[in-house]
């Protein structure tokens, strides 16, 4: 495994979670990581990315709840989630640029907030 995510859960919605998102040592380097979800019947979405230098992006559905950072030294990033809601449940996938145009996804963690 490359990429590995962690930190899923199930929680109450208002609840929070903080997921992982490590890449394997054997990665030189990360540019840019995000966070996507995929809940069942859906297609997966962005929900945030941040550059190396630490511009972020948010879907509008997730501003000022989740909140996205990264350590570049341990080729690592967060997605602290805030104020979860039942519609917040998916599959919450990482990604991460590690060749320019060449991206890695994680294994998924599963998210699931009842109301």
């Known amino acids: 495994v490359q990429l590995q995510a962690s930190g899923g859960g199930l929680v109450q919605a208002g609840g929070s979670l903080r997921l992982s998102c490590v890449a394997d040592e054997v990665i030189n380097s990360v540019r840019d990581m995000g966070w996507y979800r995929q809940a069942p019947g859906n297609q997966r979405e962005l929900v945030a990315t941040i550059t190396s230098d630490g511009t972020t992006n948010y879907a509008h559905s997730v501003e000022g709840r989740f909140t996205i950072s990264r350590d570049n030294g341990k080729k690592t990033a967060w997605l602290q989630m805030n104020n979860l809601q039942p519609e917040d449940t998916a599959i919450y996938y990482c990604?991460?640029?590690?060749?320019?145009?060449?991206?890695?996804w994680g294994q998924g963690t599963q998210v699931t907030v009842s109301s």
């Open positions: 990604k991460a640029e590690i060749r320019p145009k060449f991206y890695l």
